[in-house]
C-alpha cells in the first residue's frame, strides 16, 4: 500500500498539516476531506478504502483543527479558504474535487464560491445551512459545562442536541455512533491544547450560505433524520447551486459518516468519478429539484447496508 506524506504549510502565521494518501495511477483529481470543527486529518479511514484506488486522497488539521495552530479570536473564514487554496498549490493540482462534512461544508463551499475554477466536483453533507437562536442557546447551555469542569456532560448533551433520538424515527448503528460522538469530544477536550476554542468558534459560527453557485458540478447529500438542519432546508440550499443534485440517505441523521460510513464514501467515490448515482446500493432513483432554480435531486431510503 502507499505510503502516506505529510506536508506542514502556514497561512497568515499559522501552521497547519495535511495528509495525502497517494494514487500512483488516478482516475480523477485529488478529493480534499474536510469534516467537522474537531474532526482531524486522521478520522477518515472510509475515504482511504473506498477513493484510495481512484484518487489521491487528501485530509487535513487546518488551523484550529487538530494538530494546527489555534485560530485567533475574531478569525474571518477567508482564512481557512486561504488554507485549503494553499493545500491545492502544494499538491501542484490544477483542480481538486472538495468534499466537506458538517463544519467543513461551510469551508468547502466558501472555497468554491472563492475560486470555482479550482474545483472539479464539489461534495458537501450534513449541511449546517439554517441554525435557529434557540438550537445556538441550548448548544452554548451545553458548552457552559466546560466552565464547571464537566467535559463528561457537555459531550452528553453535545452528542445528543446533534443526534436524532427519536425510537420514532430508526437511524443505523445509533446507540454505537452516541457512544463514539461521546467519547470523541471527550478526547478532543481533554487531549488537544485548543479544542475548546474551536468548539466555542464552530458554535458562534454563521457561516453564508447564501448566494448560490454555479460552474461546479456539486453533490448535496443530508442523513434522513438530520436534527440539526433538516434535509427539506439542505435541498432548499442545494437548489440554489446550479446543476446540483441532492440526496438523502436512510435511517441516519446529521452524523450520518458514522452511521453509514461506507454508504457515504461508496457515494463520494461515484460522484468524483462520474459513475452513475442511481446505482449506488443505498439510494433510490434521483428526481427533480424544485424550479425556477436549476437542479436534479434524489431521495433515498435505504433499508440495509452501511
Known amino acids: 500500500m502507499t505510503e502516506e506524506i505529510i506536508r506542514t504549510l502556514a497561512v497568515d502565521g499559522l501552521s497547519y498539516r495535511y495528509r495525502v494518501l497517494p494514487q500512483p495511477a488516478p482516475r480523477t483529481e485529488p478529493v480534499v476531506v474536510l469534516g467537522g470543527a474537531l474532526q482531524g486529518m486522521y478520522g477518515w479511514p ?19 483543527m487538530g494538530g494546527a495552530d489555534p485560530l485567533p479570536p475574531g478569525t474571518r473564514d477567508d482564512l481557512l479558504h486561504a488554507a485549503v487554496t494553499g493545500i491545492i498549490d502544494d499538491l501542484g493540482a490544477e483542480r481538486v474535487n472538495l468534499f466537506g462534512f458538517s463544519y467543513g461544508a461551510s469551508i468547502a463551499f466558501g472555497c468554491a464560491r472563492r475560486a470555482p475554477g479550482r474545483i472539479a466536483r464539489l461534495v458537501l453533507g450534513g449541511v449546517p445551512s439554517h441554525i435557529s437562536e434557540a438550537q445556538r442557546g441550548g448548544w452554548a447551555r451545553a458548552v457552559g459545562r466546560l466552565e464547571a469542569g464537566d467535559t463528561e456532560g457537555l459531550a452528553a448533551l453535545t452528542a445528543e442536541a446533534l443526534m436524532c433520538l427519536d425510537p420514532e424515527r430508526p ?136
Open 171 to 306: 437511524v443505523h448503528r445509533r446507540d454505537l455512533a452516541l457512544r463514539y460522538v461521546r467519547r470523541s469530544f471527550v478526547h478532543a477536550l481533554t487531549h488537544s491544547p485548543h479544542a475548546e476554542r474551536s468548539l466555542r468558534r464552530a458554535l458562534d459560527h454563521h457561516p453564508d450560505f447564501s448566494g448560490g453557485l454555479r460552474g461546479v458540478p456539486a453533490l448535496v447529500f443530508a442523513g434522513e433524520h438530520d436534527t440539526v438542519t433538516s434535509p427539506q432546508r439542505q435541498r432548499a440550499f442545494a437548489a440554489t447551486i446550479e446543476g446540483s443534485r441532492f440526496l438523502t440517505i436512510g435511517e441516519s441523521d446529521h452524523w450520518v459518516v458514522l452511521e453509514r460510513p461506507d454508504d457515504v464514501a461508496d457515494l463520494v467515490a461515484r460522484f468524483v468519478t462520474d459513475r452513475p448515482l442511481e446505482s449506488a446500493p443505498a439510494l433510490l432513483p434521483l428526481a427533480a429539484l424544485p424550479r425556477p432554480r436549476t437542479g436534479t435531486a434524489g431521495h433515498a431510503l435505504p433499508r440495509a447496508g452501511g
Open 46 to 64: 472510509q475515504m482511504d478504502e473506498h477513493l484510495g484506488p481512484h484518487a489521491d486522497v487528501v485530509t487535513a488539521d487546518l488551523p484550529g
